[in-house]
């Protein structure tokens, strides 16, 4: 039960940090390193998938809310954008989990890699919304929180790194668009947390400690870490210029993009 304990608090660490400093779940980064933990300690194979997402997904209905608090404080979380997107979100994410079983899932990570490809280059060449762009609407709001959702959900990836490049695209400013990200982040991990343990539960083989297909020894030790990195970064996120931090997120987008697209071929 323990004596991978130092794995996960590592991990906690590195997640904790980058999700106060981006606003980003971290489940791209987490899920591989799990599984790879989970087949090291012999669990079942067929299971350590699941496994590794659902312990990911649950790390961060916790390291959002300590993400959440830290740029709350600096001012930079706008909830009215929150609350409009949160129900698309949630709709999406369970949408993706119907849709999942009839879509070419590896054709939809290759346009989802291309979109992110267009949207990182965009941000790390600095290229600034066109001036008298629409607002924020209700329904774009909806609509596109709702696609998030469902790609999220079908890519097996967080989707705060895609609302903070939507919103940055709409023109709102970085770290807002950061704070609010990490924000709606937690509806999107309370969907997907409640799906793999209703998923998981009555499932055979499972292994000692676990909760649906959450594993609680590894959600204890990155939970601990991760909450404890987030305010770090998310203060250094609102000292550091924003140019700067739109060429850190734009780089962090492109590498997750593209092991994500590597994972799936």
């Known amino acids: 039960m323990f004596e991978w304990w130092w794995a996960y608090l590592a991990?906690?660490?590195?997640?904790?940090?980058?999700?106060?400093?981006?606003?980003i779940g971290g489940?791209?980064?987490?899920?591989?390193?799990?599984?790879?933990?989970y087949a090291a300690k012999g669990f079942d194979p067929s299971q350590v998938v699941h496994l590794a997402l659902g312990t990911s997904m649950a790390t961060i209905l916790f390291t959002s809310v300590s993400s959440v608090r830290a740029h709350q404080s600096h001012g930079a979380v706008d909830w009215t954008i929150v609350k409009r997107m949160a129900p698309g979100i949630i709709i999406g994410t369970f949408g993706g989990a119907l849709l999942a079983s009839v879509l070419d899932v590896r054709l939809l990570t290759v346009v989802f890699t291309l979109l992110i490809y267009y949207i990182s280059a965009q941000m790390f060449l600095g290229k600034k919304p066109q001036s008298g762009a629409a607002p924020l609407s209700t329904t774009g709001l909806n609509v596109s929180s709702a696609i998030i959702g469902v790609i999220s959900s079908l890519t097996a990836t967080g989707g705060a790194a895609l609302v903070v490049a939507y919103l940055v695209k709409r023109g709102i400013v970085i770290h807002r668009a950061i704070g609010s990200a990490a924000a709606i982040g937690w509806p999107l991990a309370a969907a997907g947390t409640a799906g793999f343990l209703v998923t998981g539960s009555g499932q055979t083989g499972l292994p000692q400690y676990s909760l649906g297909f959450i594993y609680l020894p590894a959600l204890a030790g990155i939970v601990v870490a991760s909450m404890t990195?987030?305010?770090?970064g998310a203060r250094l996120a609102h000292r550091t210029p924003g140019a700067l931090l739109k060429k850190i997120f734009?780089?962090?987008?492109f590498t997750l993009a593209t092991k994500m697209l590597i994972s799936f071929f």
């Open 11 to 23: 991990l906690g660490a590195f997640v904790g940090f980058f999700a106060g400093l981006l606003g």
């Open 27 to 37: 489940g791209a980064a987490m899920v591989p390193v799990l599984a790879f933990v």
């Open 229 to 232: 990195l987030a305010p770090l």
């Open 250 to 253: 734009a780089a962090v987008l």
